[in-house]
C-alpha cells in the first residue's frame, strides 16, 4: 500500500490478556519504529528494527513488552499479561534512510 | 541519552497571526531535528525537518531554525489558517543514538477564525 497500515484501529482487552498489535511497513523501507503514546503526552520509543541487525529493544519498558519482524516486512509487538497502564495509542513508523519517518494511524489499545 | 524539551505546551494564535514553538536538546551529537504535525486520530506527519549543517529552512508558510551553539530549534508558522490546529511535536536524533527519534512533548495549537 501508500502507506503504513496498522491493525487494529482499536483493541480493548481485559487486564491479564495478552494483546498483538500489528504493523504493515511501507514496500522497501528497512527501517521500523514502534512508539507508544499515553493520552495527551510525547512519543515514547519502544524498538527499532533496521534490515537484518539486531532490534534496539532500549525502549522496551518491561519484559512483558515483545516484538518481531520478518525480513523487511511485517511486525508485530505483543505484550503479554497487559495492565491498565499499557492503554495508549501504539504508533508503527517506517523509513527508508532511518530519517524521514512515515507513521502509521496507530492502534489505540484500552486495556479495561 | 537524548532529552528534548517543547514549550509551549498549548498555543492559541488568532487566524493571520504567527505561531512559533522552541524545543532544545541535551546531546551535541544530534544532527537531525524534525517536525511532525499529528491531527485529532491520525499518526504524526512529517511538515518539515533540518540538519545540523543548516541554520534554517522554510517551505511556503512554515520555516525550522537551528542554533546549534545554543541546542535549541523553532518551528514558525506564519498567516496561521484554521486547518494548522494540530498538535505539533519537534523531535532530534543522532548517528550515536542509531538514528531513532526522541520526541518532545508536544504543543497544541489552536488557531481561531
Known amino acids: 500500500g501508500a502507506g503504513v497500515s496498522q491493525s487494529p484501529s482499536n483493541k480493548v482487552t481485559e487486564k491479564g490478556k495478552d494483546v498483538e498489535l500489528r504493523c504493515d511497513p511501507i514496500?522497501?523501507?528497512?527501517?521500523l519504529y514502534w512508539y507508544r503514546q499515553r493520552l495527551g503526552q510525547g512519543l515514547e520509543f519502544l524498538i527499532y528494527?533496521?534490515?537484518?541487525?539486531?532490534?534496539?529493544k532500549s525502549g522496551l519498558p518491561s519484559d512483558r513488552f515483545s516484538a518481531e519482524r520478518t525480513g523487511e516486512s511485517v511486525s508485530t509487538l505483543t505484550i503479554q499479561r497487559t495492565q491498565q497502564e499499557d492503554s495508549a495509542v501504539y504508533l508503527c513508523?517506517?523509513?527508508?534512510?532511518?530519517?524521514?519517518?512515515?507513521f502509521g494511524s496507530g492502534t489505540r489499545l484500552t486495556v479495561v | 541519552g537524548e532529552n528534548v524539551e517543547q514549550h509551549p505546551s498549548t498555543l492559541s494564535v488568532q487566524e493571520g497571526d504567527s505561531a512559533v514553538i522552541k524545543c532544545t536538546y541535551s546531546?551535541?551529537?544530534?544532527?537531525?531535528f524534525p517536525w511532525y504535525k499529528q491531527e485529532l486520530g491520525k499518526g504524526p506527519q512529517l511538515i518539515i525537518d533540518?540538519?545540523?549543517?543548516?541554520g534554517e529552512k522554510k517551505d511556503q508558510r512554515i520555516a525550522v531554525t537551528l542554533n546549534k551553539t545554543a541546542k535549541h530549534f523553532s518551528l514558525h508558522i506564519t498567516e496561521t489558517q484554521p486547518e494548522d490546529s494540530a498538535v505539533y511535536f519537534c523531535?532530534?536524533?543522532?548517528?550515536?543514538?542509531?538514528?531513532?527519534?526522541?520526541f518532545g512533548g508536544g504543543t497544541r495549537v489552536l488557531v481561531k477564525p
Open positions: 514496500s522497501g523501507h528497512t527501517a
Open positions: 533540518i540538519r545540523s549543517n543548516v
Open positions: 513508523a517506517s523509513s527508508p534512510t532511518r530519517r524521514q519517518y512515515t
Open positions: 528494527f533496521q534490515g537484518n541487525s539486531a532490534p534496539d
Open positions: 523531535a532530534a536524533s543522532g548517528e550515536a543514538a542509531g538514528n531513532k527519534l526522541t
Open positions: 546531546d551535541s551529537a544530534s544532527n537531525y
